[in-house]
């Protein structure tokens, strides 16, 4: 019975969170490392389902890094890195779109399993991410910069109450396909539905006020107090672009941003409705 309680008093404890949230618009970034976990995927698309079916609208970008890596490795082809950034020739960008492709396509199906309608949305395809090519000291290939995202396409699935899960690969003015990074496409995505939530899933819990300590996770943080973090240094390395994506979706009217531990069972659920929280939130 006790057990049973504790059930009804978590039901009660998220009670205001789903009165505040029925119908407001929440975009999910998940990749990385979470995204070859099976485990990981499932528990995800079940917290997704949930949001769905409380009158939240949940957009998922999606990104794949590692397994690009895999494929590639599998068909003898190197990767190589600048700065972060995926040098990407004519060979490499064929293997970024049907590793996404075969990515995104599990994605739906899973959700479909659920029985929840989904729909896959191809960045370049739909038109959805327009971009420019980026301009380094070392030529990158089919990598670009984002200069605009048109989210009629996703606003569009929305409507017919589907949840849209997106490739984030952009359509150069030459009309070709280019490789743009998961965080930035899906920050801009954020700001383009003017979404109450950016919710960026990755493999580690949060941010860190030191980062050899998993127990100095600092659950709240103003803009202003990212900034001086990065300036000083305490967020480093592969968190200051996670970083600097949600300080981009607040500047572009976001409400509020979080970075969770995707590895975590029903991490979104947990961040979003609980009072603590399990997670960074970043907030104006």
């Known amino acids: 019975m006790e057990e049973i309680i504790k059930k009804a008093d978590a039901l009660i404890e998220a009670l205001p969170y789903i009165r505040d949230f029925h119908g407001k618009t929440f975009v999910i970034k998940y990749g990385g490392k979470v995204i070859l976990s099976e485990t990981a995927q499932k528990r995800l698309l079940e ?3 949930f949001l769905h079916f409380v009158g939240i609208k949940p957009v998922l970008v999606h990104g794949g890094g590692p397994s690009i890596t895999q494929k590639a490795a599998s068909l003898g082809k190197i990767a190589r890195f600048v700065d972060g950034r995926r040098v990407t020739d004519a060979a490499m960008i064929k ?13 739906v199906r899973m959700i479909q399993e659920m029985k929840v309608d989904a729909v896959g949305l191809h960045g370049m395809k739909e038109g959805i991410i327009k971009v ?4 380094t000291e070392v030529d990158l290939g089919f990598v670009g910069e984002i200069t605009e995202v048109d989210a009629e396409p996703i606003r569009a699935v929305l409507k017919k109450r589907a949840i849209p899960i997106v490739i984030p690969l952009g359509k150069g003015k030459d009309k070709l396909t280019y490789n743009v990074n998961a965080d930035d496409a899906a920050s801009e995505v954020a700001t ?3 979404a109450d939530k950016f919710i960026l899933l990755t493999d580690v819990r949060g941010i860190l006020r030191h980062s050899e300590d998993e127990n100095s996770l600092i659950s709240t943080l103003s803009q202003k107090e990212a900034e001086e973090l990065i300036e000083r240094k305490v967020i480093q390395a592969g968190m200051i672009p996670k970083v600097k994506a949600c300080i981009n979706a607040l500047r572009g ?6 970075i969770v531990d995707g590895r975590l069972t029903h991490a ?17």
């Open 47 to 49: 917290d997704l389902v």
């Open 132 to 135: 420019r090519k980026m301009e």
């Open 253 to 258: 009217g976001v409400k509020k941003t979080h």
């Open 268 to 284: 979104i659920l947990l961040e979003i409705f609980t009072d603590k929280g399990v997670g960074t939130e970043i907030v104006r």
């Open 95 to 107: 293997i970024v779109e049907e590793t996404l492709g075969e990515i995104n396509q599990k994605l």
């Open 192 to 194: 383009a539905l003017k």
